[in-house]
């Protein structure tokens, strides 16, 4: 045997190296990592060079490679066959960043929505000024809410699902032009907000300001809160191009169907002076 000065004792290479030294025996017995020099007395001892060797498996093991993958690498270890491994392993890694990544906005957005509904006074009308905003689109619907306006929510489901993976509630949407004129129940269709990191969208909502206002209730009361929009734009001179976005922001939390909110966005723009052509 070489010189003992030179030699480590598993005890000391396992605080060395900072692992437990069962799992040094474990490696040993399952022919992963073996000490390189074993007495006949049963001691067993490891070299300094052997920490290059170990900090390898630990580096493997923790972006996710089974023991048995780790042995069948050693069994024949090239360049080539740890660059495969690494690369197959870093798309993994890849793509559990952004799984997470977008669990995290998922849980960002509903904060942000269930936030809101604890601010939120029914029928109270503010100014908002936002971004633009990439829309997603379903099929058209009538507003009746039947068995084919379902049918609709259910392919537009399924088709946010294929899209985003995870994705917030969808709204629904009606031209202002309906509300103005006391079509309060004639929709468009429903919809759902895009990714700026994904280049999948139907439509942009455009930036600007918008009358923002609640609805606290079941959906019979969005009459109401549209008549409070209506005379707020008349007695502001406003004019309301586009659409209004109706989006729920407590299904999560909801315990009874009276403490629904809705919160109704609509675009809005200063009325045009009179005398032109």
């Not at 437990?20 to 074993?38: A, C, M, Q, V, W």
Request: aromatic share 12%; proline share 3%; with cysteine.
């Amino acid at each position: 045997m070489k010189n003992k000065n030179f030699l480590y004792t598993t005890g000391q290479f396992a605080k060395l190296n900072g692992i437990n030294k069962r799992t040094l025996h474990y490696y040993d017995e399952i022919g992963l990592f073996s000490p390189e020099f074993k007495e006949e007395n049963g001691y067993r001892y490891y070299t300094c060079f052997q920490t290059v060797q170990l900090e390898m498996i630990l580096m493997l093991r923790k972006i996710g490679l089974s023991i048995e993958e780790i042995i069948r690498y050693q069994q024949s270890p090239s360049g080539a066959s740890l660059a495969e491994l690494i690369t197959g392993k870093k798309r993994l890694i890849d793509k559990s960043i952004q799984e997470l990544l977008n669990t995290k906005n998922f849980l960002e957005q509903k904060s942000n929505k269930l936030a809101m509904s604890l601010a939120a006074e029914h029928g109270k009308i503010e100014m908002v000024t936002l971004p633009q905003q990439r829309i997603l689109l379903s099929g058209p619907i009538t507003g009746a809410y039947d068995d084919d306006d379902f049918a609709v929510a259910g392919d537009f489901s399924l088709r946010l699902k294929s899209v985003f993976g995870l994705y917030d509630n969808f709204g629904s949407r009606i031209l202002a032009e309906h509300i103005l004129n006391g079509n309060y129940h004639s929709y468009d269709c429903f919809f759902a907000y895009g990714r700026e990191d994904i280049e999948i969208f139907d439509a942009i909502r455009p930036a600007g300001v918008y009358l923002r206002t609640y609805c606290i209730g079941g959906w019979d009361r969005l009459e109401e809160v549209y008549r409070k929009i209506c005379g707020y734009a008349r007695e502001h001179c406003l004019e309301l191009p586009g659409y209004a976005y109706e989006e729920g922001l407590n299904e999560m939390s909801l315990q009874n169907r009276e403490d629904y909110i809705t919160m109704v966005t609509v675009g809005l723009q200063k009325c045009r002076q009179g005398g032109g052509p």
